[in-house]
């Protein structure tokens, strides 16, 4: 008895005839809409183009016709717009350079160790009963002191070689006010928080912190009385234990960081170097000590 014809998946074709036209949803039979038919045809296309069925169909089941309601396919563009770039300062930067974390870490080496120096910052700090004196030293480093200083002994001098050496003193001091003026308003640095400004006689730019100006003017002062005054040898290590003690004393007021009076002892060193070599003298000046004179 001949074996019913099977067709090439080997079902019979009167199964899959029936089956398919006993499913409505099957495209012979024509029924279960648009998406029925798109998710069909995308399955197909899927397979001559070798792509995943389950991606096509995922695809079909999101497509606009698949819902009811939503705009033509034709109409659908991009799914969604790229998101527009962060703003520079808020984007992380995952590759830093070995100069930036260099720095990043000196910096917060220098907050603590300031904060923690800083032991003469207030009344009730551990070390609160020395800030009068700390004050007093503070002044004893002050500009307005030493330029008044200066210009009396100018004035009271009576000798060409006292002028000399008084003339290239208020030089030294004016050149140490401009520079240490211009830096603070270019660096722009604010003092530490835990600072009280009671300071004595400030001016505008007193109110940054990078270089510290007692610093500077403690190196510039010390290292022009030990060239050029005459002083025993207990002397001489009084004006650089001044020093070193006026720069110490602004981070335990809490003037300063450490790194403030660090290079501003380095700029009062070069500072003097500076007046050193445009030593003013009645060789190189004459008009000026000339007018100092008449006066």
């Known amino acids: 008895m001949p074996s019913p014809r099977r067709s090439i998946e080997g079902r ?7 089956s398919s036209s006993s499913n409505p949803g099957s495209p012979a039979h024509g029924g279960g809409g648009g998406g029925s038919r798109f998710e069909f045809q995308s399955l197909l296309s899927s397979r001559a183009t070798g792509v995943d069925p389950t991606c096509a169909r995922l695809r079909a089941s999101e497509s606009p016709v698949h819902r009811r309601g939503s705009f033509p396919l034709a109409a659908a563009g991009p799914s969604q717009s790229p998101a527009p770039p962060l703003p520079e300062e808020d984007r992380m930067d995952l590759n830093p350079s070995f100069l930036g974390i260099a720095l990043r870490s000196l910096l917060a080496i220098d907050l603590w160790l300031s904060k923690k120096l800083g032991v003469c910052a207030g009344e009730s700090s551990s070390w609160g009963s020395v800030r009068p004196l700390m ?5 004893s480093g002050h500009g307005i002191p030493w330029l008044l200083g200066t210009l009396y ?3 009271r001098s009576d000798s060409w070689a006292g002028r000399e050496v008084l003339m290239n003193l208020l030089f030294a001091l004016l050149l140490d006010l401009l520079l240490v003026a211009l830096i603070k308003g270019l660096v722009r ?6 600072n009280q400004m009671d300071m004595f006689v400030t001016i505008s730019v007193d109110k940054y912190s990078f270089p510290s100006g007692h610093a500077t003017r403690a190196a510039l002062m010390s290292r022009f009385i030990l060239n050029h005054l005459v002083l025993a040898i207990p ?3 009084l004006v650089v234990l001044w020093a070193f003690v ?6 335990m007021l809490g003037r300063h960081n450490v790194t ?3 290079f501003g002892f380095f700029l009062g060193y070069m500072q003097y170097s500076i007046v050193d070599y445009c030593w003013l003298s009645p060789h190189n ?3 000026l000590f000339l007018l100092w004179s008449q006066r």
């Open 12 to 18: 019979p074709l009167g199964v899959s005839a029936s």
């Open 135 to 139: 004050k007093l030293l503070e002044i």
């Open 153 to 155: 002994c100018l004035c």
């Open 189 to 194: 640095r604010r003092r530490p928080a835990h």
């Open 235 to 237: 002397l001489r290590v």
């Open 246 to 251: 006026l720069g110490l004393s602004r981070v």
């Open 260 to 262: 403030d009076v660090a």
């Open 285 to 287: 000046a004459p008009v």
